[in-house]
């Protein structure tokens, strides 16, 4: 067996499909049809049991004599069942996912051809969320929450974005990811759930893998390097540079710990057993690769928002973390991801499917050191309080900023230098429409959000908790109505040109 074990990985390798692009960063217009991933990995070829033992020393024992378990017994669930049942389900929530964002998106490939992210991938430009019809930009811009209410005339691009199979849920990982992860790894991890694929085109996404700041090495820019850190590189990559303390922060930000969806007992959602997610599997190179979730925060289950992974750039900069939560450490917030968010806040799930601990003086610290020292990508043409070097900047790009702290009222939540102003607020989004079920998620009142920081924007679409806007674009014409702020065509632009700045 010992000499089979890397043929077989070697074999699993090509099965899985693990190719990597030529170029990481292409990007291709997938459209609405779902990520073809290839075959998820086949489960190991070891003989396994679909049941308790129907007979023990030749005596059989009858159904009416098994366990029935209590829930959380020890035989919970029947892992080809829950398969079968949920793969039965898959065709027919895809198609409803990719009906609603046909409906409600323009998603056609229109790169930027001048701005790009920090390695190079073409921002998408232009305005994606579809107007209802007979309206315009303009028109909604004049009206009242109360007349955009009454005339049903709220773009449904604006409402909340269900998550693919939002009564279930849980953690949907970019393809991007997976195809790495299985590269690295020989197969050996595989994120690809056999019950729900990733929705969103990639070409609305991060660039991949995201550059790597440390606030610790200004000299030395990107330090990841063009890499996609990981439990197999890292060490690679940061023995020089980060200390012995970070090294081991490090180390657990990218060891895979069991989750609801991920791990190795029945109750999951990959074909082979899953030794779970990492912290830096969504939060790529500190970043974000787009994964999603349902944030745990919130019963009952309409009610809980799909969660587009935020970046931890610059979260040294914030005083409150989560959306709703705000918890106030990194520490905690540390912790409270691992253990009880990774499970739906269910905290007799950990206990089931496994967990890890998180040794507070020597893990911990390391682990919420190294995400203070990630930093903002580098912002040119801005001055040391985070405004615009007037001699660096366009002249359209000084009109947005100007509109940015005056007419947009922007910086009333999003004052520089980091472009946030760490409490909630309610953008009271009900104003403008009746509650309402969308495949499963309740538009309503959504009540106060965290604000999040503009700083280095243009690299983190798609944008707001759930990543219902795809382009900053979409943005502007979102705050002009929320805000009524009544900007022109002009000034919207002009303040486009300020957000590439940041
Ligand atoms: C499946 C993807 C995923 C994984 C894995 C993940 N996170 Fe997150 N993370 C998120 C999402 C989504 C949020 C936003 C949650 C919210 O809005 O309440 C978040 C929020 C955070 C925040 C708060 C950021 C802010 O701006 O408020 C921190 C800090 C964080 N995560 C750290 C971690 C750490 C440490 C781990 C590993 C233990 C981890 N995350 C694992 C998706 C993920
Ligand atoms: C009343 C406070 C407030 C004002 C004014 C405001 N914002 Fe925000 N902004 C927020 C909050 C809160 C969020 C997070 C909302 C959420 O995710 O649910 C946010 C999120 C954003 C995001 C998404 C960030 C991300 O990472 O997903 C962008 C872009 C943005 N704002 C741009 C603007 C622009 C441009 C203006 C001015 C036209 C503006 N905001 C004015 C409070 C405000």
Redo the contacts with the bound molecule.
């Keep these: 067996m010992k000499t089979a074990l890397p043929v077989l990985f070697a074999a699993f390798a090509i099965l899985a499909g693990c190719t990597r692009d030529n170029d990481p960063n292409a990007v291709t217009d997938a459209g609405l049809t779902f990520y073809d991933l290839g075959p998820p990995s086949p489960p190991l070829p070891y003989p396994g049991r679909e049941g308790p033992p129907s007979s023990i020393d030749g005596v059989p024992i009858p159904p009416e004599c098994q366990s029935t378990g209590f829930p959380g017994a020890d035989q919970h669930v029947n892992f080809n069942e829950l398969r079968a049942t949920l793969v039965a389900q898959k065709p027919g929530l895809e198609a409803t996912q990719a009906a609603l964002l046909a409906a409600r998106y323009d998603l056609s490939n229109q790169p930027s051809a001048s701005v790009t992210m920090f390695r190079g991938k073409p921002i998408q430009v232009g305005i994606r969320v579809k107007l209802p019809p007979g309206t315009t930009w303009a028109s909604l811009g004049s009206m009242s929450p109360d007349e955009i209410r009454a005339a049903k005339l709220f773009p449904p691009g604006f409402l909340a974005l269900p998550h693919p199979h939002h009564a279930a849920g849980g953690q949907v990982i970019e393809p991007q990811l997976i195809n790495e992860l299985r590269l690295q790894t020989l197969g050996f991890r595989d994120l690809l759930r056999f019950d729900i694929d990733f929705d969103l085109p990639q070409i609305f996404l991060p660039e991949f893998p995201p550059a790597m700041f440390l606030t610790t090495h200004p000299d030395l820019g990107d330090v990841s390097q063009g890499q996609l850190v990981t439990i197999e590189n890292y060490y690679e990559l940061f023995k020089f540079i980060m200390t012995p303390k970070q090294l081991e922060g490090l180390r657990m930000l990218v060891t895979p710990a069991p989750e609801q969806e991920f791990n190795l007992i029945d109750d999951r959602r990959t074909d082979r057993p899953s030794l779970g997610i990492a912290c830096f599997d969504c939060h790529a190179n500190g970043h974000t690769d787009g994964s999603f979730l349902i944030i745990s925060d919130n019963r009952p289950q309409p009610q809980r928002r799909r969660g ?1 992974t ?2 931890l750039r610059g979260v040294a900069n914030q005083q409150i973390f989560g ?1 709703k939560r705000s918890f106030m450490t990194v520490e905690d917030f540390t912790v409270f991801e691992e253990r009880t968010a990774y499970f739906d806040d269910d905290l007799s799930q950990p206990l089931k499917k496994g967990f890890t601990m998180i040794d507070p003086t020597f893990q911990l610290v390391g682990m919420a050191e190294v995400q203070r020292i990630l930093n903002f990508p580098p912002a040119p043409k801005l001055d040391l309080l985070g405004r615009l070097d007037t001699r660096l900047a366009s002249a359209a790009e000084i009109r947005g900023e100007q509109l ?1 702290h005056g007419k ?3 910086a ?3 004052p520089p230098p980091y472009y946030i102003d760490n409490v ?2 309610d ?1 009271h989004l009900e104003r403008f429409y009746d509650p309402q079920l969308v495949n499963c998620a309740l538009a309503t009142a ?1 009540g106060p ?6 700083r280095g ?1 243009k690299e ?1 679409p ?5 990543g219902r ?1 795809l382009t ?1 674009e979409d ?2 014409e979102f ?2 109505i929320v ?1 009524g ?1 009544q900007l022109t065509t002009g000034e919207k632009s002009d ?1 486009l040109a300020f ?1 590439y700045t940041l």
């Design positions: 587009d935020p970046s959306s940015f947009a009222q922007c009333g939540c999003h909630l607020h953008l959504e959000v965290k604000t999040t920081t503009l924007i983190s798609p944008y707001f908790h759930d806007l900053l943005s502007i705050f002009n805000l702020d303040l957000l």
